[in-house]
């Protein structure tokens, strides 16, 4: 063999090569015979591309072959992806392509959702399709609301310094700068008290353990008599009480009814007045001893009578000579 006949053949098979890898990175492979191949329209198609992978419950079955701008008139600006599939795996034309990022900083890739609702898809069919939420697409509608906020926040923020600045002439800001001063120096005296306090409890430290440990023994001795309160016989001592208190209770109403010597004394009028009126005769009989004792004890040898009573001298408190 010639070295040009040599040549001529490896030169066919590096091009046959070429156009093979070529056609393979499209998706399409030239020993495999025909495949299904379907469409699906997107108006967006989020990073895919030529030779991305097409995948059932995640198991790869074909590649996407192309994408083009749609050419229907009604439909113009949309995309129009054409994928072929290597797998029979039968599936209706209810099913749905969604375009899906398998990572956050990989391309995208089809996944067919197959339903089994309704005749089986063809060849040629063009299929539903939808599009899922990437990571980052994700994050942004999170975020544009708190971003809306954000600015409202802002916008108030700004508004209340416009007013603030407002408000706060000279004289205010001056009289601000004063206050602020104030506090200051008011914070300054505080940490001096807070100061001198520690030094006080540093210097009387000693007297502090002692004062506590009396208020601790205080304490013991409270909680000894209040242990002793508890273990005494306080209730027959009540009950005690309570029985006294009855029968002072009862002899008051029997004094108040006049029943016994004490209530007759205090609801008998007569008994008073008679106890009144002895008082008052022995109160004049004892006054008439003492001013005249000779008409009690009389002793004479040559009979003279004593005097008679007399009520005047005895009220004068004077004798009958």
């Keep these: 063999m010639s070295r040009e006949l040599k040549t001529g053949i490896v030169a066919v098979v590096i091009i046959g090569l070429l156009i093979w890898g ?14 299904r191949h379907f469409f699906v329209e997107y108006n967006s198609i989020q990073g895919l591309n030529e030779a991305s992978l097409v995948t059932i419950n995640g198991l790869q079955v074909g590649r996407v072959s192309k994408i083009k ?24 034309k209810q099913s749905i392509v969604r375009i899906y990022s ?23 069919d063009t299929l539903k399709g939808e599009i899922e939420s990437s990571l980052f697409t994700s994050i942004g509608e999170r975020l544009d609301p708190i971003q809306q906020k954000l ?70 001795n409270f909680s000894q008599v209040s242990k002793d309160l508890a273990e005494a016989n306080l209730s027959e001592t ?39 009126n002895a008082s008052k005769e022995m109160e004049e009989l004892l006054r008439e001893m003492k001013l005249n004792p000779k008409r009690f004890v009389h002793f004479s040898l040559f009979g003279k009578k004593a005097k008679p009573y007399n009520e005047e001298n005895n009220k004068e408190n004077t004798s009958n000579k």
Excluded: C, H, W
Aim: zero cysteines.
């Design 102 to 124: 398998p990572s956050p900083l990989g391309g995208s890739n089809l996944a067919i959702l197959p339903s089994y609702e309704g005749g089986n898809a063809m060849s040629g």
């Design 69 to 92: 701008f749609n050419d229907k008139p009604e439909k113009r600006g949309g995309l129009l992806v054409r994928f072929t599939l290597e797998n029979d795996f039968v599936f209706s």
């Design 151 to 220: 600015d409202q926040v802002l916008e108030g923020a700004d508004s209340l310094l416009v007013g603030l600045n407002q408000v706060l002439d000279k004289k205010s800001r001056k009289s601000l700068n004063r206050s602020i001063l104030g506090l200051e120096y008011t914070v300054s005296d505080v940490r001096k008290t807070l100061k001198g306090v520690n030094t006080i409890l540093e210097d009387n430290q000693d007297n502090l353990a002692a004062t506590l440990t009396n208020a601790k023994t205080i304490t013991d």
């Design 22 to 35: 070529y056609n393979f990175l499209k998706g399409q492979d030239l020993f495999k015979g025909d495949s």
């Design 238 to 276: 009540i009950k005690e009480f309570e029985t006294t208190l009855a029968n002072v209770n009862g002899l008051l109403a029997n004094m108040k009814d006049g029943k016994g010597t004490l209530g007759k004394l205090m609801t008998d009028d007569k008994m008073y007045n008679n106890l009144t």
